[in-house]
């Protein structure tokens, strides 16, 4: 969940550093404490770039198959970003397949500013955080750079 963020706050194979100060995050029943560390994570990673009081906002779902609620999850977080006036990057990297369809959708649905996908050249490199990988096994693409 935060290799992405953290490959974008540097443009490490993007055009441009994307660092944002509000992140969101969706929580369901198979996450566990996992989402606890990302987002300590993510607010120190946030922290390290310049933002002093990062926003991280959580979305507790009760089933992770309830579609319509993951739907209406990204609609509302797009919504509340574009009401701030606030680029939008949704990350769509495969963690739960069905969560990366609802996340591309949403993206290309809502006009998404960026859509990352972070990709390992190598399966060694799976549960290890961004900052242990080499340059050269992990690539971030920005699919609104790559699709036009």
Known sequence: MINPLAAACIADGIDDPFVPDTVYFLD?????DTLSEA??????????HGIESPTIRTTLLDSET???????????AVEEAR?????????????????????F??????DADH?????????????RIYQTIPRTAAELYD?????G
């Open 105 to 110: 959708n949403a993206a290309t649905t809502y």
């Open 115 to 127: 859509i990352f996908y972070f990709y390992l050249h190598s399966g060694e490199y799976f549960n």
């Open 39 to 48: 987002k300590a994570l993510a607010r120190e990673l946030l922290e390290g």
């Open 28 to 32: 369901n029943p198979g996450l566990g």
């Open 143 to 147: 699919f609104t750079e790559v699709l």
């Open 66 to 76: 309830d579609f319509e609620a993951i739907a209406a999850y990204f609609q509302a």
């Open 83 to 103: 009401a701030q006036d606030a680029d939008v990057a949704i990350d769509v990297t495969p963690g739960r397949k069905f969560m990366s369809v609802f996340a």
